[in-house]
Structures are given as structure tokens and as C-alpha cells.
């Protein structure tokens, strides 16, 4: 399997395989040496079931140099640059939101929408579910200390410790505390209007959860009812259910979507 690499207004672009482009958006704070390959490394084998892995590093993560703190409303001007004349889309996390709004600025290049256990707490402002994982998440990032903040938020957010390759030096914590404290809230951000783009372009939806926090298996719900879309429950136990004991499961289920929504099989 070999890679290329490219650069995109200084972000470092990988790609892997051949065949319909994938653009996968990794989550994260910025300030570790995580890759948006290291990312996905478990989604790789894709590339030989017929797809191009298309796979950024957002500003402020591995290779990629920072550009201040990180908006998802910033991000997903180039991430909807990077779709081309169209392409699959998958985000993880603060990535979903980011290739949420993404596909909600150029809903015609969006062959299909894959979000896995998005912040989006607005499509679900009614579910006190979601609502209690915002204020968590929120309140455990209320801290000036760095490290104290990812401790606290790995917790609330399921993060199990280890399952991110490399892994972080105490230099990347730090930063990655500090990334996490200035990055723009989701819960600012209403996507209730991209979310109507989607919808009415008729875009395909994949919503995603790792079955462990009521608060995300609320908004996978409403977001894939608001969208028509179709959604998924992996018996992860955590935030990452693309990752480790679930991966094949997850890739099996992304496969068969990305398949349908290419060939309409």
C-alpha cells in the first residue's frame, strides 16, 4: 500500500488507494504529533476494497502547523475545497462538525455524509442526554490547567487511554490541554442550517456511535432522523468506534454505505 503526499495552503494531505476519493476529517485538539493517516490508520485496509483515502492533518496536528486556535467554521472552507468535484465525506468528533458544516457549504460535492459521534448538541437541544454531555464537556475543560483539562475531558468524553497512535509526549499533552481550552465550541455553532442543505440535496447519511454515552447515541439519533439518514450503534464502550475491537465492524458498515452510495448497489 503506498501513500502520496501533497500540501493544501500548508496542510499535508495523505492519500492512499485508488478509486471514488474518501475525505476523512480526523477530531482532536491540536498540539500532538497524531497525523490524520495515524488517525485513521485502522480505516488503511479501505484503500484496497477500491477507495481513495483521502486523509488531512488539520492545522495544529502532526505535520501540519498551527494557524491559532481552531474553529470549525475555518476548517471547513478547505475541507470543502479538498471535496473537489465531489467526494465521500467522514468525520470523527470536533472533525464531524467540521465535515458537517463542510457539507453544508458545498452540498453538490458531497457524495455521501459519514459523522461518527459528532458534537452537534443543537439538532438534539431537546434531549437533556445531549445537553448533559455538553455542560460535561464544558465544564471539565473549565480549568487553566492543561493537564488537568485533557484528564478531566478523556474521562467525560470516553477516550480510553493508549488508543491514540503516537502516543503523546507530556510536552503534547500540554499542548493538547491548551488546544482543547481555545478551540471554538461546537455548542456555539447552530448546524441546523447546514443540516437542511444536506437533507434537501438528498445527500446520503451515515450517523455513527460507539454505544457508551446516552448524550452522542441522542444526537446520532436526531441527526440521521433529521437527514434521513441511517444510523449505526458499535459496541465500542467508547469515543473511538472506528477504532480497535470495532474497527472492522465499523469498516464493513462504512464499506457497504460507501458502496451503495457510489454504485447504488
Request: hydrophobic content about 40%; overall charge negative; some cysteine.
Amino acid at each position: 500500500m503506498t501513500a502520496s503526499v501533497s500540501l493544501l495552503d500548508g496542510i499535508e494531505i495523505t492519500r492512499v488507494g485508488t478509486g471514488p476519493p474518501v475525505v476523512m476529517v480526523h477530531g482532536s485538539a491540536q498540539g500532538g504529533r497524531v497525523s490524520g493517516q495515524d488517525y485513521w490508520r485502522y480505516q488503511l485496509p479501505l484503500a484496497d476494497r477500491g477507495w481513495e483515502l483521502v486523509l488531512p492533518s488539520r492545522p495544529g496536528h502532526g505535520p501540519s502547523p498551527t494557524r491559532g486556535p481552531e474553529d470549525l467554521e475555518v476548517d471547513a472552507v478547505w475541507v470543502a475545497e479538498l471535496l473537489g468535484d465531489g467526494a465521500h465525506l467522514v468525520g470523527h468528533s470536533y472533525g464531524a462538525a467540521i465535515a458537517m458544516c463542510a457539507a453544508g457549504l458545498r452540498p453538490e460535492a458531497v457524495s455521501s455524509l459519514t459523522l461518527v459521534e459528532p458534537p452537534l448538541y443543537f439538532t438534539a437541544a431537546d434531549r437533556p442526554e445531549a445537553i448533559a454531555l455538553r455542560d460535561g464537556i464544558h465544564d471539565a475543560l473549565d480549568t487553566r490547567f492543561p493537564l488537568l483539562a485533557v484528564r478531566r475531558f478523556m474521562k467525560v468524553a470516553g477516550i480510553p487511554r493508549g488508543i491514540q497512535k503516537p502516543r503523546p509526549r507530556l510536552r503534547d499533552v500540554r499542548a493538547i490541554g491548551r488546544g482543547a481550552r481555545t478551540l471554538r465550541d461546537p455548542a456555539t455553532w447552530d448546524e441546523r442550517p447546514a443540516v437542511g442543505r444536506v437533507r434537501d440535496a438528498g445527500i446520503p447519511v451515515l450517523s455513527v456511535d460507539g454505544g457508551w454515552s446516552p448524550g452522542f447515541d441522542a444526537i446520532t439519533d436526531e441527526l440521521a432522523s433529521a437527514m434521513g439518514g441511517r444510523q449505526v450503534s458499535l459496541p465500542a464502550g467508547h469515543h473511538f468506534p472506528h477504532m480497535a475491537a470495532t474497527a472492522d465492524q465499523f469498516n464493513n458498515n462504512l464499506h457497504e454505505f460507501l458502496t451503495e452510495t457510489t454504485h447504488g448497489a
